[in-house]
């Protein structure tokens, strides 16, 4: 098992470019399913996450072929109904393949996900509102078995338009019953749906290809369904999650990052929490320039849906309050198992108490490099970002995370002055 080793203590500077959106590459990787003909996907990151879709894909009968950052997808032709266990277990997303199997072929068997150990992310929400379009659905083993009452390849039969109300806001569930409803006989109302910039991402590239969708970005999106979806060529837009990462690497150094090719407007609440903390923040070009300083002023966020400041950015701004001037208090609204890098900070020196879904960080002067070891994608980057501002040595074991999220995050650093390094094959 691969270990990072991270020799703190040196001021990042240069240039450093954002690689696709894993977040907005899943689904639309997905949606190639509701359809025939050829897609050609760019700027699609060479991550895990996206090489099990693929794999899933293939499973399922779609053509591909790889070219660095481009793809070539044909669904002509699918040949299986089945995400199986083997493929699903490793990536949560993969449930994405369900309301588009559904769409295109009128059944589908599909593995109950797996992913990060961040807390419980139920699928109730997708399988009430595919109910509610006319699914049967049945969790039997493990397996979420569900269809139409007869396939539409044999009597026409589709799903039906309807009105869905999501208890909870849930991405995934938007993203899958939005793709369910593209091939659905009359209109379907997604109400509290998500509003992230990915699923603005996946509604372009449905609409690209035929789709009539409106509403995406706002809590209450509008689908009416279509016959059939066309081909399309298609760029995936840059990922705002590593882009925030970045910023942070830069802050917790005190370097000068220019973070290349992201879009400012999907960062506003990072972009504001880093700036309260005093953090200078330039946007310049297709970029962002970030300019740290020695200790950070401690600031308080709490994670909320889009376009409040994103869970997938909490442990990154933990590591960066840790060596903050004072205290400061951050809490967790989305997931309640996402304090597992605690432990680990306090390895390295961090003051950090929790109560209840918050944590309670009083900034130290310095953190101190300690062997830790990564539970989850993001606190994977939570202990890196503080092992480049950590005295001495860190390393960060299990570390196998990273890569289903970031793209050669130790190549990227390296070359903006970082003295990182994986080290292979071992625990």
Not at 35 to 59: E, M
Not at 164 to 173: F, H, K, P
Not at 291 to 298: D, F, T
Not at 366 to 375: F, T
Request: net charge neutral.
């Amino acid at each position: 098992m691969d270990k990072i080793v991270i020799i703190g203590g040196q001021r990042l500077e240069g240039e450093i470019p954002i690689s696709g959106s894993k977040n907005a590459a899943l689904p639309i990787l997905a949606a190639t399913l509701l359809g025939k003909g050829d897609h050609h996907l760019t700027n699609v990151p060479d991550l895990k996450d996206v090489t099990t879709i693929l794999k899933l894909l293939r499973r399922l009968g779609v053509t591909i072929q790889e070219d660095g950052d481009s793809l070539a997808l044909n669904a002509s032709t699918l040949t299986s109904y089945d995400a199986p266990y083997d493929l699903v277990k490793t990536m949560r997303a993969s449930i994405l393949v369900l309301g588009p199997l559904l769409a295109r072929l009128g059944e589908a068997k599909v593995s109950l996900p797996g992913g990060c150990a961040i807390g419980a992310r139920p699928i109730n929400l997708h399988l009430m509102g595919l109910e509610k379009m006319g699914c049967e659905i049945e969790i039997r083993s493990g397996y979420v078995y569900a269809r139409l009452l007869g396939s539409p390849a044999k009597n026409n039969k589709r799903l039906q338009g309807a009105r869905i109300y999501l208890d909870t806001t849930t991405v995934t569930g938007t993203e899958n019953l939005m793709m369910a409803a593209t091939l659905a006989n009359g209109t379907t109302i997604l109400e509290n749906a998500a509003r992230e910039p990915e699923v603005i991402d996946l509604a372009n590239f449905l609409c690209c290809r035929g789709a009539k969708i409106s509403g995406a970005g706002t809590d209450i999106i509008t689908i009416d369904g279509v016959e059939n979806l066309k081909p399309m060529d298609y760029r995936i837009m840059p990922d705002r999650i590593e882009a925030g990462t970045y910023m942070v690497a830069g802050a917790i150094t005190g370097g000068n990052l220019y973070v290349k090719n992201c879009i400012p407007r999907h960062l506003e609440a990072v972009i504001f929490k880093l700036k309260e903390a005093g953090v200078q923040i330039i946007e310049d070009g297709d970029g962002l320039r970030v300019k740290g300083l020695e200790r950070p002023r401690p600031v308080d966020v709490k994670t909320l849906p889009y376009p409040g400041f994103p869970t997938d950015m909490q442990a990154q701004m933990m590591a960066l309050m840790s060596i903050g001037t004072g205290r400061c208090v951050i809490t967790e609204t989305i997931f309640e198992g996402r304090f597992t890098h605690v432990g680990e900070l306090r390895r390295m020196g961090a003051d950090i108490k929790i109560q209840g879904s918050s944590a309670i960080i009083q900034g130290v002067t310095r953190l101190l490099g300690a062997p830790v070891m990564a539970s989850d994608l993001r606190a994977s980057a939570c202990l890196i970002l503080s092992g480049l501002a950590a005295e001495g040595e860190t390393q960060v074991l299990r570390v196998y995370h990273l890569d289903r999220g970031y793209e050669r995050i130790e190549a990227k650093l390296q070359k903006v002055g970082a003295k990182i390094m994986r080290s292979k094959g071992e625990s």
